[in-house]
C-alpha cells in the first residue's frame, strides 16, 4: 500500500510562487502516472498536471506556462512548481498516482492566493 504525502502548501500574494511536493513511501519509478488535481470549495476535483513514467507532462489550460512537474526518482517525490499564481489557484492540492489497475491519493494541501 502506497502513501503520498504532499507538503508545500501555504498563503502566498498574487504573482508569487510555491513549490510543492508529493513524496511516496515506496519507490515511484512503478508508477505509470503521477499527477496533481486540485479542488476549491464548491467545485469538482481537477487534474492540474501530470508526468509518466517517461516523463512526458501534460498541463490544464489555466495553468499552462505558469506550473511545471517533474519528478526525482531518486527521492520517490513529484513536485509542482507554481509561477505567477493567481487567487483562482485557490485550492486544496492533491497528488495522485497510478500502478496497473490500482491508484493512490494525498491527503491534500492547502493552496490560498490572496493579498
Known amino acids: 500500500q502506497e502513501h503520498l504525502v504532499e507538503s508545500g502548501g501555504g498563503l502566498v500574494q498574487p504573482g508569487g510562487s510555491l513549490r510543492l511536493s508529493c513524496a511516496a513511501s515506496?519507490?515511484?519509478?512503478?508508477?505509470?502516472?503521477m499527477a496533481w488535481y486540485r479542488q476549491a470549495p464548491g467545485k469538482q476535483r481537477a487534474l492540474v498536471a501530470w508526468?509518466?513514467?517517461?516523463?512526458?507532462?501534460r498541463y490544464a489550460d489555466s495553468v499552462k506556462g505558469r506550473f511545471t512537474i517533474s519528478r526525482d526518482d531518486a527521492k520517490n517525490t513529484v513536485y509542482l512548481q507554481m509561477n505567477g499564481l493567481k487567487p483562482d489557484d485557490t485550492s486544496v492540492y492533491y497528488c495522485?498516482?497510478?500502478?496497473?489497475?490500482?491508484?493512490?491519493w494525498g491527503h491534500g494541501t492547502q493552496v490560498t492566493v490572496s493579498s
Open positions: 495522485h498516482a497510478v500502478y496497473g489497475l490500482a491508484e493512490y
Open positions: 508526468i509518466t513514467k517517461g516523463g512526458s507532462t
Open positions: 515506496g519507490s515511484i519509478l512503478g508508477f505509470n502516472t
